[in-house]
């Protein structure tokens, strides 16, 4: 799958429309306000907590880090305490971290390998899929029914190599939830892709703060002057919304201009079946609620950002390559192994904190977006449409005025290019 040809051709079209166009297009709907809110106040912050991160897809791991049958992982990134097993069947299980007898932790370390999965409180014993076998002195339990006592199950789903959970135990299947993305992606060959690198870093801001930085091109002329800005045609780009309040960026390098791209990556082997869109432009997907990636022939380098605190931020930086066998491992995002950023993303960055305690004073009111933002108001309706309107204190919710005429695959643009 991937891109056809003409949805090749349709995009062509489009970056040269929005080169041309003088104004938003026509019929883009006015674009409320923001609410201030929504990035320093606690209750929002709270209900993102309970909605977001445990309604959605989140992506945790890849098979790398668990190879073989019996090898766990623990995660804990959106707050609760996973434990992701390579089970003995050969299939990928997430269990809560949560021993069914006391509540302690079945496994403390952070990674391993184990024929079973036994409690080092009081020693019950499951397997890899979660059941429970065993435990210390049955003869003085009473009634202690086995089957209704294993862990509890998250929800584990894999795209290729790639591992994602979700908390809400009657989601949608990952599939469904990718929706015509997962059809994009198969060019890149997800299935085939090795972990080089993964790195975390803490920032002193709002998730989204960080994360909104990464999801429109407005800002490449002012932060990334010599990095970014001349390896991108940023009149020439084209967002488009997806179901599910995902969204992409397609942008061609600049015309008679640079045509490398602002990361290098040594001399590697190439995802071979990556079309023309993914080898001359930057294509870049963000997954709601925190995935953002630009995929290419040379790489899959997502960016994630977890919420440590309503002002601080876990920072994700991965690298995804076919395999580079002996030579040096190769990173997308850091220098010297995770040491420190690279400078594209210490661009992106930097500024977080300045912005976090700027939007903290009282002459933070709420944010104005341009169409070329757009994308960051589709993800505020999906996030209300996920936490709930009548959920949100009125003062904090958003205006569902993007409506389906907008959402992929229709696209009223493309009538007018």
Same mark, same amino acid.
């Given at each position: 799958?991937?891109?056809?040809?003409?949805?090749?051709?349709?995009?062509?079209?489009?970056?040269?429309?929005?080169?041309?166009?003088?104004?938003?297009?026509?019929?883009?709907?006015?674009?409320?306000?923001?609410?201030? #809110?929504?990035?320093?106040?606690?209750?929002?912050?709270?209900?993102?907590?309970?909605?977001?991160?445990?309604?959605?897809?989140?992506?945790?791991?890849?098979?790398?880090?668990?190879?073989?049958?019996?090898?766990?992982?623990?995660?804990?990134?959106? #707050?609760?305490?996973?434990?992701? +097993?390579?089970?003995?069947?050969?299939?990928? *299980?997430?269990?809560?971290?949560?021993?069914?007898?006391? #509540?302690?932790?079945?496994?403390?370390?952070?990674?391993?390998?184990?024929?079973?999965?036994?409690?080092?409180?009081?020693?019950?014993?499951?397997?890899?899929?979660?059941?429970?076998?065993? +435990?210390?002195?049955?003869?003085?339990?009473?009634?202690?029914?086995?089957?209704?006592?294993?862990?509890?199950?998250? !929800?584990?789903? !894999?795209?290729?190599?790639?591992?994602?959970?979700?908390?809400?135990?009657?989601?949608?299947?990952?599939?469904?939830?990718?929706?015509?993305?997962?059809?994009?992606?198969?060019?890149?060959?997800?299935?085939?892709?090795?972990?080089?690198?993964?790195?975390?870093?803490?920032?002193?801001?709002?998730?989204?703060?960080?994360?909104?930085?990464?999801?429109?091109?407005?800002?490449?002329?002012?932060?990334?002057?010599?990095?970014?800005?001349?390896?991108?045609?940023?009149? !020439?780009?084209?967002?488009?919304?997806?179901?599910?309040?995902?969204?992409?960026?397609?942008?061609? !390098?600049?015309? #008679?201009?640079?045509?490398?791209?602002?990361?290098?990556?040594?001399?590697?082997?190439?995802?071979?079946?990556?079309?023309?869109?993914?080898?001359?432009?930057?294509?870049?997907?963000?997954?709601?609620?925190?995935?953002?990636?630009?995929?290419?022939?040379?790489?899959?380098?997502?960016?994630?950002?977890?919420?440590?605190?309503?002002?601080?931020?876990?920072?994700?930086?991965?690298?995804?390559?076919?395999?580079?066998?002996?030579?040096?491992?190769?990173?997308?995002?850091?220098?010297?192994?995770?040491?420190?950023?690279?400078?594209?993303?210490?661009?992106?960055?930097?500024?977080?904190?300045?912005?976090?305690?700027?939007?903290?004073? *009282?002459?933070?009111?709420?944010?104005?977006?341009?169409?070329?933002?757009?994308?960051?108001?589709?993800?505020?309706?999906?996030?209300?449409? +996920?936490?709930?309107?009548?959920?949100?204190?009125?003062?904090?919710?958003?205006?569902?005025?993007?409506?389906?005429?907008?959402?992929?695959?229709?696209?009223?643009?493309?009538?007018?290019?």
């Amino acid at each position: 799958m991937g891109m056809n040809e003409q949805q090749i051709t349709t995009l062509k079209r489009l970056m040269e429309y929005e080169a041309a166009r003088t104004e938003p297009p026509v019929g883009f709907p006015h674009l409320p306000d923001l609410p201030a #809110g929504r990035y320093t106040d606690q209750r929002f912050y709270e209900l993102e907590k309970e909605h977001l991160w445990r309604k959605s897809w989140l992506f945790a791991a890849h098979i790398d880090e668990i190879p073989d049958p019996g090898c766990y992982m623990l995660w804990e990134n959106a #707050g609760q305490p996973v434990i992701i +097993v390579h089970g003995d069947d050969g299939k990928i *299980y997430a269990h809560y971290n949560t021993c069914r007898h006391r #509540g302690a932790p079945v496994v403390t370390e952070k990674s391993g390998r184990k024929a079973r999965l036994s409690c080092k409180y009081h020693g019950w014993t499951y397997t890899h899929q979660g059941e429970l076998i065993s +435990v210390r002195d049955p003869e003085d339990f009473t009634d202690l029914d086995f089957s209704c006592r294993s862990l509890i199950p998250v !929800r584990c789903e !894999r795209f290729g190599n790639f591992i994602f959970v979700n908390f809400d135990e009657n989601c949608v299947s990952l599939l469904e939830y990718l929706g015509p993305i997962a059809d994009e992606w198969a060019e890149f060959q997800f299935d085939k892709v090795r972990l080089a690198a993964r790195h975390t870093f803490v920032l002193n801001c709002n998730w989204k703060i960080a994360m909104e930085s990464n999801t429109e091109v407005y800002h490449v002329k002012s932060i990334h002057p010599s990095t970014v800005a001349p390896a991108l045609d940023d009149r !020439r780009n084209v967002n488009s919304f997806y179901p599910n309040g995902h969204g992409r960026m397609v942008a061609p !390098r600049p015309k #008679g201009g640079n045509q490398n791209s602002s990361i290098e990556l040594p001399d590697l082997p190439e995802i071979e079946t990556v079309g023309e869109i993914g080898r001359t432009c930057t294509q870049s997907y963000g997954i709601f609620p925190n995935w953002v990636s630009p995929l290419s022939h040379r790489a899959i380098p997502p960016l994630l950002f977890w919420p440590i605190s309503i002002n601080q931020t876990l920072f994700e930086t991965w690298t995804m390559v076919p395999d580079w066998g002996d030579g040096e491992r190769p990173d997308y995002w850091t220098v010297n192994d995770g040491e420190r950023l690279n400078d594209v993303l210490l661009e992106d960055t930097e500024f977080g904190e300045a912005i976090q305690k700027s939007m903290e004073s *009282y002459g933070f009111k709420g944010v104005p977006l341009s169409y070329q933002e757009a994308r960051i108001y589709h993800w505020n309706q999906q996030t209300d449409r +996920v936490i709930g309107a009548e959920n949100i204190p009125p003062e904090l919710r958003v205006e569902q005025v993007m409506g389906e005429e907008w959402i992929y695959p229709n696209d009223p643009r493309v009538e007018y290019s």
